[in-house]
C-alpha cells in the first residue's frame, strides 16, 4: 500500500478532522466516567484484602467444572470404535499403475531392474556404465575422481537421469529433439570450405553457369 502524501492539501484536511474527531470521542468518555476514573484515583472505595493466592485459587475452581466436563467426555470417546473412512488406502504401486517408468517408455527394466519393484520409489539417475565406475577406482593421474567426471560431462542430460532434476538441466533437457539442432532444409552451403576439403581440389564452374552466348557467328571458324 503507497504512503499518504501528507502535502496534498485534501489528505491534510482529512487527518485534522480525523484528529478532532477522536479527540471528541475520547473527552466524551471521560464525561461518561469521571466518576468511576475520581474514585480509582482517590482510592475511596474499600479494601477487598484479597491476595495473589485468593485470585489463583478463585480461577482454578472456575476451571474445575470445564476439567471434569472435558475428562467426561474423553472417557467416552475413548470407548468408541474409531470409524474407518476407506477400507483400503492406495500406496506407491497405485500410484504408479499407468505412470511409471516403464509404462511412459523413459526406461528399460533390462537395464535399470529397479524399475520393476514397485512398492519403492522410482530411480532418480539411471544406472552407471561398469566401465566408466571402475576409472573411479584405478590409479592416479590417468584416471580417478577428475577423469569420471570429465567423461560424465560429456554424456547428454537425459543419458544419465530420468527426469531433469535442477534447473540447469532445463537448458540442455533433450536437445536432439529440438529443430534448431536439425540440419536446415535449405541452409547456406560452404562451397569454398567444401571444394578445399574435398580430394580433387576446387573444379571450374558448370556450363549452366556461364552467360548464355548471342546466336550468331561470332568466333573465326578455321577452314
Known amino acids: 500500500m503507497p504512503l499518504i502524501d501528507i502535502t496534498?492539501?485534501?489528505?491534510?484536511?482529512?487527518?485534522?478532522?480525523?484528529?478532532?474527531?477522536?479527540?471528541?470521542l475520547r473527552l466524551n468518555w471521560i464525561h461518561k466516567n469521571w466518576e468511576r476514573i475520581q474514585q480509582a484515583a482517590t482510592l475511596t472505595r474499600e479494601p477487598?484484602?484479597?491476595?495473589?493466592t485468593d485470585v489463583i485459587a478463585h480461577s482454578m475452581i472456575n476451571g474445575?467444572?470445564?476439567?471434569?466436563r472435558d475428562h467426561i467426555v474423553?472417557?467416552?470417546?475413548?470407548?468408541?470404535?474409531?470409524?474407518?473412512?476407506?477400507?483400503?488406502?492406495?500406496?506407491?504401486?497405485?500410484?504408479q499403475k499407468g505412470h511409471s517408468i516403464i509404462d511412459v517408455g523413459l526406461g528399460d527394466p533390462k537395464e535399470d531392474p529397479r524399475l520393476l519393484n514397485h512398492t519403492a520409489n522410482d530411480p532418480i539417475?539411471?544406472?552407471?556404465?561398469?566401465?566408466?565406475?571402475?576409472?573411479?577406482y584405478k590409479p592416479k593421474p590417468e584416471f580417478g575422481r577428475l577423469q569420471y567426471l570429465a567423461k560424465r560431462n560429456k554424456i547428454l542430460p537425459e543419458k544419465k537421469y530420468y527426469f531433469a532434476e535442477c534447473t540447469t538441466?532445463?537448458?540442455?533437457?533433450?536437445?536432439?529433439?529440438?529443430?534448431?539442432?536439425?540440419?536446415?532444409?535449405?541452409?547456406?552451403?560452404?562451397?569454398?570450405?567444401?571444394?578445399?576439403?574435398?580430394?580433387?581440389?576446387?573444379?571450374?564452374?558448370?556450363p549452366?553457369?556461364?552467360?548464355?552466348?548471342?546466336?550468331?557467328?561470332n568466333k573465326c571458324v578455321a577452314l
Not at 474423553?74 to 500410484?95: E, F, M, Q, S, V
Not at 539417475?125 to 573411479?136: F, K
Not at 529443430?179 to 580430394?199: F, M
Request: glycine fraction near 6%; aromatic fraction near 8%.
Open 8 to 24: 496534498n492539501p485534501a489528505i491534510i484536511i482529512f487527518l485534522i478532522e480525523n484528529y478532532e474527531k477522536e479527540n471528541r
Open 48 to 52: 477487598t484484602n484479597y491476595f495473589e
Open 64 to 68: 474445575l467444572q470445564t476439567i471434569t
Open 74 to 95: 474423553a472417557k467416552n470417546n475413548r470407548r468408541k470404535t474409531p470409524i474407518r473412512d476407506g477400507t483400503y488406502i492406495p500406496g506407491i504401486k497405485d500410484l
Open 125 to 136: 539417475m539411471r544406472p552407471v556404465d561398469p566401465e566408466l565406475n571402475s576409472i573411479i
Open 169 to 206: 538441466f532445463e537448458h540442455g533437457w533433450r536437445l536432439q529433439d529440438s529443430a534448431l539442432r536439425q540440419k536446415p532444409t535449405h541452409g547456406r552451403c560452404w562451397h569454398l570450405t567444401r571444394a578445399l576439403r574435398s580430394r580433387v581440389g576446387p573444379q571450374p564452374d558448370p
Open 208 to 217: 549452366h553457369y556461364k552467360p548464355s552466348e548471342p546466336p550468331g557467328d
